[in-house]
């Protein structure tokens, strides 16, 4: 029982590491774009072929104004998340923040956002999954949420199949989604963005 105890507690310690094991993905590390702040964003998205979900948005949780953009890299990472302008002096515009992958579901994606800061550098990406609104005017996401369920199987029927004891990680039920909103570029018939919100 001692040992199935220890291995209890180095599962638990485990747990966070196993939850981010496919955050190698993305760079472990954040970086800046020289120079980039809403205006010459703006000027970046109307000189390409948008798609819906480029643009800039507005993140009210912590109300910083964000850009997406088209980004080349590694494992199907499509997109970039870089801040424009933040009440947080600290935080430099141009820092990117976070990266985004596509799915098999059109309006489904990988996210990831860096979840720790030291100066000005953000690192520890977490991955949760984002929704794009139908009309790509929001993009929602749910932080993930982790809880451990132990069984114990008290008859220990065929015992050298089945431990007495396991120990399941689970995710936590849907909370109410935090996500972003957008507010440039103003949308036309066929994208109905939101209008432009002036800062």
Known sequence: MRRQAVFIMSLLLLMPLMASARDSVVPKKSVIIEGLDIDSMRTRLDESGMQPLEGIWYYPNEEMTLGIERYRGDHNIGYRIILLESPDITLVPGTVIGYIASSAL????QLWLYSERSRTTLKKPMECVATLGNKATTLTFDPPHWKVKVRVNVARFLPTLFNGLSIVPDKVGEQLPIGFRKIYPEGSDNHPFNR????
């Open 196 to 199: 432009i919100r002036y800062l």
């Open 106 to 109: 059109d309006n489904k994606y």
